[in-house]
Structures are given as structure tokens and as C-alpha cells.
């Protein structure tokens, strides 16, 4: 960690004399500089090493801040780790999944809407291959740095919420279905255009191939909406438990196995 000199160093004068130079405040007296020291630290660290390779000494060396400090401002790596989700384009922006213009957004069809969100968010992903990488981690090698990042995600589709602009739509049972198996299946071929873009007779590295799959999310995603218009199947017992399931928990209550938020 940098250190502030003990004694404050000299000048000369116009008279050949020597006077003390005023002190000047060090970044190591700013809280919010150091954070941010570690923050970009953790990015170049995660960079460089991948999802597994990431550690406090790794950080700390990057940083040159103590240890000390990354657990006083972060209470450790995962702390550090929910911060740089937070702050990094881990997850898309605002303006990637709605548009710039909300006002235009807001006059879609719930169906449009929908369809409109996850072409936007596959798109997103495929600009993001670290949170590719964080993400298969999640599911084949989890470990403390996933699963706060996962925190993250839960909490970036939870303010997704706000665009719901018909919230009485967007509560059906047929639409909570659709959005719980899109997003799996967005999800999922997001991750093997950068793994295995081979996927029966596309290539999902291709923004033309693309093309095709987000036709078929707005095939689909008009079926279920006129279904849903027309009253739908009477409820069952089953879909009466996972419409339950759809409604916010209770602070400090987590579901079994991982968010799909």
C-alpha cells in the first residue's frame, strides 16, 4: 500500500532558503479512491485470470491498497465482487433492453414489449463475454464470486419490473410462464454462441441466424398473449403453486438452487 511520507518535504526559496511545501492530500486518505482503486483492480484481475483464477492476493497486489482495507470498505472478495457487478456493465443498461425513447416503449403491445425485451437482452449478452464466462461458471463451477454476482442479477431483474407498463398483463399465468421459459431459453443460446454456436441448423455466433431465433421468441410470444386475451385454461392446483412462487418472498427467504432473474 502506498505510504505518505512522514516529513514533509522542503523547497527552496527565492532567498536560498528552505521552507516546508504544504502537505498534499494523498489518494490514501480518500475512502472513495481507494474503493474504486479496488473495484478496477478486480476488473483487470477478472480479466486477466477468468472467474477461477480471481483472488484477494491477486486484487490486492493490482490495487496497492492493504488488505485490511478491502475487507473494512467490502467485507471481502464477494463484497468486492457485488460492487464491481454494480458499477461495471456486468448486466445491460437501461437504454440496451427499453430504448432511449420510454415514452415509445410504453404505447408497445404487452406481446411487443416482451418480445422487444429479449431480442434486446440476448443481444446484450453476446456483447458481454465475461458475464458469458461468469454466468457458465454459475452453473458448472459456483463459488463465492457467483454467487454474489448472482445477487446482482436477482436484483437487476427485479428493477426490470418498471417497464412492466401493464402490470396486470404482465401477471397472467400463461405470461409469467412465457417470461420464466424465455429467459432460460435466452439464457442458454446466448451461452453457446460463444461456447458452441452449433445449434440444429444455426450458427449463433451469426446476427442473421439471430435473426430467425428472435422471430420465433415473437411467434411464440403472440400465441401465449392470444391465448391469454381468449381467458386461457382453467388454473390447477400446480399452476395455482408456481403463480405463488411468482410473487416477491419475504426478506432473507431464498429460493432452492440458483435465480433465473
Not at 457485488?82 to 456493465?89: H, K, N, V, Y
Not at 434486446?120 to 452453473?139: C, F
Not at 460463444?194 to 451469426?206: I, K, T
Amino acid at each position: 500500500m502506498a505510504r505518505e511520507t512522514t516529513k514533509p518535504a522542503r523547497r527552496v526559496t527565492a532567498g536560498g532558503g528552505a521552507q516546508r511545501a504544504p502537505r498534499r492530500r494523498s489518494w490514501t486518505r480518500d475512502p472513495e479512491a481507494k474503493e474504486q482503486a479496488l473495484i478496477r483492480a478486480f476488473d483487470k484481475v477478472l480479466h486477466r485470470d477468468g472467474v477461477q483464477g480471481i483472488g484477494v492476493n491477486a486484487v490486492i497486489k493490482e490495487s496497492g491498497v492493504g488488505k485490511n482495507l478491502l475487507y473494512k470498505y467490502f467485507g471481502g472478495l464477494q463484497g468486492l465482487a457485488r460492487a464491481w457487478g454494480e458499477q461495471s456493465d456486468f448486466m445491460p443498461g437501461e437504454g440496451e433492453l427499453a430504448g432511449d425513447d420510454l415514452d415509445a416503449y410504453a404505447r408497445l403491445s404487452t406481446a411487443e414489449q416482451i418480445s422487444h425485451n429479449y431480442a434486446a437482452y440476448a443481444a446484450a449478452l453476446r456483447r458481454r463475454p465475461r458475464t458469458l464466462e461468469i454466468l457458465a461458471n454459475e452453473l458448472l463451477r459456483p463459488n463465492q464470486l457467483t454467487e454474489a454476482l448472482e445477487e446482482v442479477r436477482t436484483g437487476f431483474g427485479k428493477d426490470l419490473r418498471k417497464y412492466f407498463t401493464r402490470p396486470d398483463e404482465y401477471s397472467r399465468e400463461g405470461t409469467i410462464a412465457l417470461l420464466v421459459i424465455l429467459n432460460a431459453a435466452v439464457t442458454y443460446l446466448a451461452l453457446r454462441a460463444h461456447s458452441a454456436p452449433r445449434y440444429f441448423w444455426y450458427a449463433l455466433d451469426q446476427d442473421e441466424d439471430w435473426q430467425d431465433i428472435n422471430e420465433m421468441i415473437e411467434l411464440i410470444v403472440e400465441r401465449v398473449m392470444a391465448g391469454e386475451a381468449e381467458g386461457g385454461r382453467r388454473r390447477g392446483d400446480r399452476a395455482r403453486r408456481w403463480m405463488r412462487q411468482s410473487r416477491p418472498r419475504q426478506a432473507g427467504k431464498r429460493p432452492r438452487g440458483h435465480s433465473a432473474d
